[in-house]
């Protein structure tokens, strides 16, 4: 198993001292920016009222609050909440508002799922992951070997078929210094 040993204790207080910095500074910077976007949703739809005049797009608190795996690690969200009681007259569905920052499924950021592709190829072992990301991301970085090798075999079914493409319908040129 792949573990990181530091065997100055002065410098892991310092260490650890900075990460929580980097995650703190994270979770505010993505709390604005959250609010900001709800925001600027609200004052894109504030005109939208319904027969009485109330306004049909409204602030409704905060959700949940979740966890959110990033590159600073681990962050705690409390998004805010949307009423939109619009509804499409075409078709009668209901608007909705859905974050273009952290959508209400989004549990890992995108970024944090590309550094697993390279890892594999670097050579780690599906059993090497989680102590190895556990380093970088926290214990909470919630990827087990199953889920490694879940991931693995979804990477190489991919490879698979970008291989076995068909090309006939391109026109590569196949030797340059003929």
């Known amino acids: 198993m792949l573990s990181v040993v530091n065997n100055d204790e002065a410098w892991r207080g310092r260490s650890l001292l900075l990460d929580e910095i980097c995650r703190e500074g994270a979770r505010t910077m993505?709390?604005?920016?959250?609010?900001?976007?709800?925001d600027a949703y609200l004052a894109e739809l504030?005109?939208?009222?319904?027969?009485?005049?109330?306004?049909?797009?409204?602030?409704?608190?905060?959700?949940?609050?979740?966890?959110?795996?990033?590159v600073a690690g681990v962050v705690e969200i409390t998004a805010p909440r949307v009423n939109d009681r619009r509804v499409d007259r075409a078709?009668?569905?209901?608007?909705?508002?859905?974050?273009?920052?952290?959508?209400?499924?989004?549990?890992?950021?995108?970024?944090?799922?590309?550094?697993?592709?390279?890892?594999?190829?670097?050579?780690l072992s599906t059993g090497d992951f989680a102590p190895a990301l556990e380093g970088i991301f926290g214990s909470a970085a919630g990827l087990s070997a199953?889920?490694?090798t879940r991931l693995t075999t979804a990477w190489q079914d991919e490879h698979r078929a970008f291989m076995a493409r068909n090309l006939a319908d391109r026109d590569y040129v196949s030797d340059l210094w003929t």
């Open 146 to 148: 199953s889920v490694i």
């Open 30 to 38: 993505l709390a604005a920016a959250l609010e900001a976007e709800v």
């Open 91 to 123: 078709t009668g569905e209901k608007a909705q508002f859905k974050s273009v920052i952290i959508p209400p499924w989004r549990r890992t950021s995108p970024k944090v799922t590309e550094v697993l592709p390279l890892l594999y190829l670097h050579g």
């Open 46 to 70: 504030v005109d939208e009222r319904d027969e009485d005049g109330h306004r049909l797009v409204t602030r409704n608190g905060h959700a949940r609050q979740r966890k959110v795996q990033t």
